[in-house]
């Protein structure tokens, strides 16, 4: 009976470390590690927009408290989340699991239009959610899910390994990128996280979404433009050298070096010789040629003259 007891804990702690091992999900803390994400192979595009509108649908108070502003039994597609593939920790009493983002589901509340019909390259069949932990009015934890892909055959469950935990703060910058009245400048938000986005153009394409273009930017674009530029391939050390940001001084005067006549100098001169050589051993065989020409035709002429004087010799006197 005592083994029996032991063998029943030692299974029921060996349960319980795994489940807090497969319910523990990477924490995302600011816009610098959701840039680390993979959106739009790994992780649809559509979960940026959607917690980009869940942020500015909240309250956060001073004491970072998260306070929902809409009914998570219905608004805006919600749902009571059971966590039967504890995907999440388990509840504390009093708590409850919901899951915000269904597009498709009736609800009393509808979704902005942009987060329903956002531009093409953001949609994504309907696949992210938010899940948040709420006690009454006020939300503790949340996280940005997807389910499995239907070309996984997985069902309905959600991809823990594409499940991170939002904080406070990464909302609140979040939130810098409002699309209410008295938005922040783009100028202002562009130099704020470091970016080298384009304002005006994405003024010009986003309208009154502006803000929330650039976010965009930021987090998927701009990552994916440093990366083919760090991708570049590097044909030769010249053409190196002539990219645009390296017509250094330094540079421009070694490429300039590697082309001077100084340094070409010798090449020419070979090349000079050998053609001279071939000219000086083109002219010597028309000589040699020319001098046998001269020395047959003397020795023809002698050979004439020696056999006139023989046949004259060899004539009988008168």
Known sequence: MKMSGRVTRCCL?????????????????????????????SVPKHSLILLHWFANAVNIDNNNFIRLTFNPNSDYGSHHYGNYERLLDPLPRGYWYYTVGNLYQDTSIQFPVYVIDPPMEYERENMDRIIIRVQGQRTDQVYIAQHYD????????????????????????????????????LVHLRNRFGSNADDGYIKHTWGSLACLGLFLFIVIDEKYLLNKRNN????????????????SPANINRVENNYRPENNRLEIYNSLENNNRQKNYYHCALAIFFCLFILFFVLNVLSALFLHTTEESLQPLP
């Open 150 to 185: 239907t070309s996984e055959y997985q069902g309905t469950p959600y991809d823990p390994d594409h499940t991170y935990q939002i904080t406070v703060n990464l909302l609140r910058q979040i939130r810098e990128f409002s699309v209410r009245d008295g938005q922040r400048p």
């Open 232 to 247: 570049r391939p590097k044909n030769n050390r010249v053409e190196n050298n002539y990219r645009p940001g390296n017509n």
């Open 13 to 41: 702690a060996l349960f319980l470390v795994l489940t807090s091992v497969s319910a523990a999900h990477k924490k995302l803390k600011s816009i610098r590690d959701l840039k680390k994400i993979d959106f739009g192979t």
